[in-house]
């Protein structure tokens, strides 16, 4: 087995995938982004700090080394504003970023609202971000890469060329729009002066890396659920939010990338549209909502909540082959009685054996629901000392809902989370890195 990990979400995202390669980056060399770009934050917390990355890999709080690697896109403005962030705090940065990522720029994010609005009912929900008309000109083999940007000889031609066409574009949702070419030549040329220490070709130094013998965590953006492949379509993202995509992201082979840990919350939420089975509309919803923090990282906005739905988290277990889980915000779900889990679906009467990937599918489905009671809610101080003291201490009541978690999906956990800094985590299992 390889020294290396990975962290998957395998739901929609904002299963605490940033805390937890924070935590396993404390005994790794290097920390990989392979995919998104910054429409996917991740907020850790350690030693009294919060940092809300939205690009940077997760490892940069601890000075690891970082590398954004080729299947990422990238604002290069946010990139740098995240640099200098982390430089204000007398952070160390290690960083390697690809060649070959795609760059984006100022039209992409305008692009991007404007086929939103476009697309009515089918509307994704995005960040406007620009992710997806980036990734768009990347699959249509006009995107301008790293590689252009730190090369202004180079990306002047391209980036003329692709303005003239994404300029026709926007005129057909706004005839007024027409930035100067000029200005953003200028502007993208000084960030690529500035990029241009960090560029290296990241297949070749990570496949060195690994061969080496040096422990990689690969960190995920999104969760499973919004992956362009094996996800919600067209309800998600551009990229493979999965394992699946870490080879096509990096250039590291399917052999070289070890373990696999999936991670879940001890509920459901979601941003974006597109129907959410055990989604709650109420006061419960409410009080999960604040006692989570379900606002997101990038845009601040809440996000919707609901039920744990293990009919999905099943699918993402398959498609990504999982090791272990982690569940996280445990103490989020304090002071609600009684709570639900579900197990499957039912559609027409019958109880499908596995999850619809369809959304017109899923939408006429009724989820089915197992009943567990709640536990009482507890201060900070005391979720930070049941942690301490490890599973033993946790309410019979959490043990009893963490081990019909781990009975339904037929997977060993190896950690439980009950708050988001580095010492509110219990250990079940510290031999999977």
């Not at 070709?201 to 659920?225: C, H, R």
């Not at 997101?296 to 999905?312: A, C, H, K, Q, S």
């Given at each position: ?86 430089k204000k705090l007398h952070k160390k940065i290690n960083l390697k970023l690809s060649s070959t990522a795609h760059v984006i720029f100022p039209f992409h ?19 406007k971000r620009g992710i997806g008309p980036t990734y768009s000109d990347k699959a249509a083999r006009w995107g301008l890469r790293i590689f252009d940007l ?272 580095r010492k509110e985590t219990i250990v079940l299992d510290n031999n999977i890195f």
């Amino acid at each position: 087995m390889s020294n290396n990990l990975t962290i998957i979400g395998l739901s929609w995202g904002d299963e605490g995938k940033g805390k937890f390669t924070d935590y396993f980056a404390q005994r790794a060399d290097v920390v990989v982004r392979y995919n998104g770009g910054n429409n996917a934050g991740h907020t850790i917390k350690a030693n009294g700090i919060k940092y809300k990355l939205k690009i940077m890999p997760s490892g940069a709080p601890l000075e690891k080394e970082c590398v954004i690697a080729n299947g990422c896109v990238v604002d290069p403005k946010i990139l740098l504003e995240e640099i200098d962030t982390l430089k204000k705090l007398h952070k160390k940065i290690n960083l390697k970023l690809s060649s070959t990522a795609h760059v984006i720029f100022p039209f992409h994010n305008i692009l991007d609202g404007l086929e939103e609005t476009s697309k009515g009912r089918f509307s994704a929900g995005t960040t406007k971000r620009g992710i997806g008309p980036t990734y768009s000109d990347k699959a249509a083999r006009w995107g301008l890469r790293i590689f252009d940007l730190i090369n202004p000889e180079i990306m002047r031609p391209k980036l003329e060329q692709l303005y003239k066409i994404k300029k026709q574009l926007i005129n057909i949702f706004d005839p007024s729009w027409d930035t100067d070419i000029n200005s953003i030549f200028e502007e993208y040329k000084s960030y690529g002066e500035r990029l241009k220490p960090y560029v290296i070709d990241t297949a070749y130094y990570l496949n060195n890396v690994i061969d080496s013998g040096k422990k990689v965590v690969f960190e995920a953006a999104q969760g499973n659920l919004l992956g362009i492949d094996h996800g919600y379509y067209p309800f998600g993202t551009s990229s493979n939010s999965n394992a699946l995509g870490i080879s096509a992201g990096t250039g590291i082979p399917p052999k070289k990338i070890g373990r696999i840990i999936g991670i879940i919350k001890a509920y459901t939420s979601r941003v974006g549209e597109g129907n959410f089975p055990t989604e709650l509309i109420n006061e419960t919803a409410e009080q999960i909502r604040e006692q989570g923090g379900e606002y997101g990282t990038v845009t601040g906005r809440p996000r919707r909540v609901g039920w744990l739905d293990l009919f999905n988290i099943e699918y993402g277990i398959m498609v990504n082959g999982v090791d272990r889980i982690i569940i996280t915000l445990l103490d989020a779900l304090e002071g609600i009685n009684p709570l639900k889990i579900c197990t499957g679906y039912e559609l027409n009467g019958k109880v499908l054996k596995s999850w619809p990937i369809q959304p017109e599918i899923v939408d006429i489905c009724t989820p089915l629901y197992k009943s567990f009671q709640g536990w009482e809610a507890r201060t900070r101080e005391e979720w930070l000392e049941i942690a301490q003291k490890g599973y033993d201490a946790l309410p019979e009541t959490i043990k009893i809902y963490v081990q019909a978690i781990k009975e339904e999906l037929q997977t060993d956990i190896a950690f439980l989370s009950v708050g988001p800094d580095r010492k509110e985590t219990i250990v079940l299992d510290n031999n999977i890195f």
